[in-house]
């Protein structure tokens, strides 16, 4: 039987991005100049405010802080907005995707303490990829020059999906932030964003920023996770009444009636907000984390 070698090109002597897989690449020329921070990990595990109140934090810094909801139900920035903002799939729409028909106003909002956000939005379902949504938001922030003035950039990522169309931030992220509580699904998905994360930072200069322990009292199966495979945990907020309050009133935490309880978890994220701008930092090596077979989950934390 004849045999055909089919020759794999290579990028730096690195195989493509994606090879095997439909992805969506990034363009070049969108290089975002912003620090950006990309935010994942499991399906309703607490991202949206995380990233909501990590964004005020930044902006209590002094920093131009700009979110992008990438979730299709476009409610990342609904605690700074107050609202379900039109998302940049709905303008697009209304110009009959003319893009350049489009006003910053059309898309951008400015949401609590000054901080800029934007919903993504998404493709009706079955019908495109997400990846290509957050590609073009990015290419329309660009065109405006929205970006040249912004010093901080949070991804708000849907889910635990680590498919090519929503690994698409993790292009243009510097960290990834992983949220994550103290259990064996949110630490499963963990293990498959750390592996994403690793697979795209062979051709991106993105890498772990570290684990954001959520709606947990304890520790101790994800620091028993972080030991194996070689990661930190560098904020930690437990399972508190006023987190739940905040997103029922539509407020951040830090708009929220000031109590001992409340003033820790904004003390929290000015702490978690400093040490991931000083994180970014040339000099601060990043952390190296080696992601562990599926089976090997169950092993260490499945069973007594």
């Not at 990309?38 to 109140?53: E, F, H, L, M, Q």
Request: contains cysteine.
């Amino acid at each position: 039987m004849n045999t055909m070698t089919i020759p794999v090109s290579t990028v730096n002597g690195r195989r493509p991005d994606g090879e095997g897989s439909v992805q969506v690449k990034m363009d070049q020329n969108l290089d975002i100049g912003a620090k950006v921070f990309a935010v994942y990990g499991k399906g309703g595990i607490g991202k949206s405010t995380t990233s909501s109140n990590l964004s005020v934090a930044f902006s209590k810094l002094g920093k131009r802080v700009l979110q992008i909801g990438c979730d299709p139900k476009h409610d990342s920035t609904f605690t700074l907005t107050k609202s379900l903002v039109p998302t940049v799939i709905d303008a697009l729409e209304d110009v009959d995707f003319h893009s350049e028909e489009l006003r910053v106003d059309d898309f951008v909002y400015e949401g609590y303490n000054g901080v800029m956000c934007v919903e993504a939005g998404g493709p009706p379902a079955g019908t495109g990829c997400g990846g290509y949504v957050v590609g073009q938001t990015v290419k329309l922030l660009k065109q405006h020059h929205l970006l040249e003035d912004t010093d901080v950039v949070i991804f708000d990522v849907l889910g635990d999906v680590v498919c090519g169309g929503f690994a698409a931030p993790l292009q243009h992220a510097d960290r990834a932030l992983i949220v994550t509580a103290n259990d064996f699904d949110s630490i499963f998905a963990m293990n498959r964003i750390v592996a994403a994360i690793k697979a795209k930072s062979k051709n991106y200069k993105v890498r772990v920023g570290g684990v954001i322990a959520n709606r947990s009292a304890g520790l101790d199966q994800i620091q028993r996770f972080n030991e194996n495979v070689g990661l930190d945990t560098v904020a930690h907020f437990p399972d508190l009444d006023v987190i739940r309050r905040s997103r029922l009133k539509k407020s951040t935490l830090f708009e929220m009636e000031e109590s001992k309880e409340l003033e820790a978890v904004q003390q929290e994220y000015l702490r978690l907000a400093q040490t991931l701008w000083d994180g970014t930092d040339a000099n601060v090596p990043p952390m190296q984390a080696e992601p562990m077979r599926d089976r090997e989950i169950f092993d260490l934390l499945g069973f007594d």
